[in-house]
């Protein structure tokens, strides 16, 4: 009876804690929205690494309202003046915004564009994000041009591998092609990335539920794609990041 109780109460709490999250989310986002879309006027890379750096301040001060700490390993793997494509596991929502911010430098991920349609939002959304509609072929081509624009603009593109949310038993899903080809094409080193407990914090098979939680995010040295081809990097990578995460998972 006192486990069901425990269960119960701690179901309840999760439930309020995520209304207390989507609303402290959608404060802080108004107030660096307008700061945040000052950036637009800035061209390029400059601008690029100033809307990291609101973004960043803003996932901060969100994660601390919701009692979720965040420590960042593995920043010594960044060489000035070197560009990386970086893959990152995907396990929540949760993921999503807190990837990019902590990044250290300029950079875009891929994705959807159906966010973009979302008032207010969506107008940040764009500024951090080379959108691609999935369902069409057009739009992924455009989009694979303009991942290739972010890079030869020295920035950085993070890119989920799995391509959606890991609901699974596996730690890591199979990997597309298309983060690789683009390495191979381009001549770009990838950086693993690992996070971890965010679905601790944000299960997958729970709605409107949030915890506090301890989370980490692990930069792994860079893997050169030199003499190597698309697939070859991609299980290259992927046997790297389960590897990593396997061992490192019991230890946070």
């Known amino acids: 009876m006192e486990k069901n109780f425990t269960y119960y109460l701690k179901e309840i709490f999760a439930r309020i804690w995520a209304i207390w999250g989507l609303v402290t989310f959608l404060i802080t986002f108004f107030i660096i929205f307008i700061p945040s879309m000052l950036t637009y006027l800035i061209k390029g890379k400059k601008g690029q690494a100033m809307f990291i750096f609101i973004s960043k301040i803003w996932m901060r001060c969100w994660l601390f309202l919701i009692g979720c700490s965040l420590k960042v390993k593995g920043l010594e793997n960044f060489e000035k003046d070197k560009t990386y494509i970086i893959t ?139 003499d190597i081809n698309t697939k070859e990097l991609r299980d290259t990578v992927f046997n790297v990041m389960l590897k990593y995460y396997s061992e490192n998972k019991d230890k946070i």
Do not use: W
């Not at 080379?130 to 950085?156: G, P, Q, T």
């Not at 690789?180 to 094409?185: D, I, P």
């Open 88 to 226: 990152f596991n995907h396990n929540t929502l949760l993921d999503v915004p807190i990837t990019c911010p902590f990044i250290p430098g300029a950079n875009k991920t891929i994705a959807k564009s159906s966010f973009a349609k979302i008032p207010l939002f969506g107008s940040f959304y764009r500024k951090g994000a080379v959108l691609v509609n999935r369902k069409s072929d057009k739009s992924r081509r455009e989009s694979y041009i303009e991942m290739k624009r972010v890079l030869a603009s020295k920035m950085y593109m993070c890119i989920y591998p799995e391509g959606t949310r890991n609901k699974g038993k596996d730690l890591l899903k199979p990997f597309y092609d298309g983060a690789f080809k683009l390495a191979t094409e381009t001549q770009t080193a990838v950086m693993p990335a690992l996070l971890f407990n965010t679905n601790k914090a944000q299960p997958n098979n729970k709605i409107l539920y949030l915890l506090p939680a301890k989370l980490e995010m692990h930069f792994l040295p860079p893997i050169s794609p030199l």
